[in-house]
């Protein structure tokens, strides 16, 4: 069955992620909303790109917690950090790989899926396997989005490209 809408759904998507500079500056003085409602975000966490990508199998997602002004250990941040398809349906939440402060505990981190943790600020990754978290099934190839999501409020999301394996020789 084809969905004649997912088309439109993918052109929102890719236009909702489009740089604030490439959509035109504000002609009314100071940042437009936009760029303030991202620099609000940008204190509470960054998320970076993840690698490799395209992947066939597995890929790290780096994100931040905090801004410069926060020290590493002063402040705590519930962090979510989920996968989702080009129809906006959670596919998957990636497990944490550091072994940062999570919960005020150092080392309890490992394996822990992003979803309501509580980091101190700081860089962390996380790791996808590339499985959808119901089922267990290897995720088909094609453009999945991830969103970063700190004390509530979404602080980035990107997108991320799931490639078809290559058989060995």
């Not at 790989?97 to 981190?109: E, H, K």
């Not at 980091?119 to 590339?130: E, F, H, N, P």
């Not at 602080?155 to 060995?168: F, I, Y």
Request: glycine residues 10%; positive net charge; charged residues 15%.
């Amino acid at each position: 069955m084809v969905h004649h809408w997912a088309a439109s759904a993918l052109v929102l998507v890719l236009c909702a992620l489009r740089p604030p500079a490439a959509l035109g500056q504000s002609k009314t003085s100071g940042p437009p909303a936009a760029q303030r409602q991202s620099d609000t975000a940008r204190k509470r966490g960054t998320l970076g790109q993840n690698q490799p990508n395209p992947f066939p199998r597995e890929t790290t997602i780096p994100f931040t917690v905090g801004d410069d002004s926060c020290a590493s250990g002063t402040e705590q941040h519930v962090v979510t950090l989920r996968i989702y398809n080009i129809l906006s349906q959670l596919v998957s939440v990636p497990v944490l790989t550091d072994s940062a402060s999570v919960d005020g505990n150092v080392g309890q981190g490992l394996s822990r899926p992003v979803s309501g943790l509580k980091l101190s600020c700081g860089a962390y990754s996380a790791r996808w396997d590339g499985k959808h978290s119901r089922s267990g099934r290897r995720a088909a190839p094609g453009v999945y989005m991830y969103q970063l999501v700190v004390d509530g409020r979404p602080s980035g999301m990107k997108k991320m490209l799931v490639s078809q394996e290559t058989p060995a020789p």
